[in-house]
Nanobody
Framework: EVQLVESGGGLVQAGGSLRLSCVASGFTFDDGAVGWFRQAPGKEREGISCISAREERRYYPDSMKGRFTISKDTGKKTVYLQMDNLKPEDAAVYYC????????????????????WGKGIQVTVSS
C-alpha cells in the first residue's frame, strides 16, 4: 500500500522560501519516478520537477528551472521540493506523485495517469 503525504505548505511572502516534504509510505524507490506538481484554480496541473526513484536523474520543465529544486532521501522515503524566490503566481495546491513504471521525464511532461498521488497541500504567496 502506497500513501503519499505532503507537508510544509502554508503562507509565505513574495521572495521567500518554502520546503515541501512528501513521505511516500510503501513506495520502494527501486523503480519508476516521483515528482512534484501543482494546480492553480482554473489551470491545468503542471509538473514542477520529477526525479528517478532509484537514481539521481532529475527533470525540470523549462518554466520551472531556476527556483525549484527536487531531492530525495530514500532512507526516509521522502521527496523534497525546495522553493525559493516565490512569487504570487506560484500560489497553488502542490501535489507529490509516484509511479513504479513512470519515466522521470515523461512524468513531469504529462502529469496524469500516475498511480499514486498525495491529497495536495496549499501554498499561498502574498505580495
Amino acid at each position: 500500500e502506497v500513501q503519499l503525504v505532503e507537508s510544509g505548505g502554508g503562507l509565505v511572502q513574495a521572495g521567500g522560501s518554502l520546503r515541501l516534504s512528501c513521505v511516500a509510505s510503501g513506495f520502494t524507490f527501486d523503480d519508476g519516478a516521483v515528482g512534484w506538481f501543482r494546480q492553480a484554480p482554473g489551470k491545468e496541473r503542471e509538473g514542477i520537477s520529477c526525479i528517478s526513484a532509484r537514481e539521481e536523474r532529475r527533470y525540470y520543465p523549462d518554466s520551472m528551472k531556476g527556483r525549484f529544486t527536487i531531492s530525495k532521501d530514500t532512507g526516509k522515503k521522502t521527496v523534497y521540493l525546495q522553493m525559493d524566490n516565490l512569487k504570487p503566481e506560484d500560489a497553488a495546491v502542490y501535489y507529490c506523485a509516484a509511479d513504479e513504471l513512470a519515466n522521470f521525464e515523461s512524468m513531469c511532461r504529462t502529469p496524469y495517469n500516475l498511480d499514486y498521488w498525495g491529497k495536495g497541500i496549499q501554498v499561498t504567496v502574498s505580495s
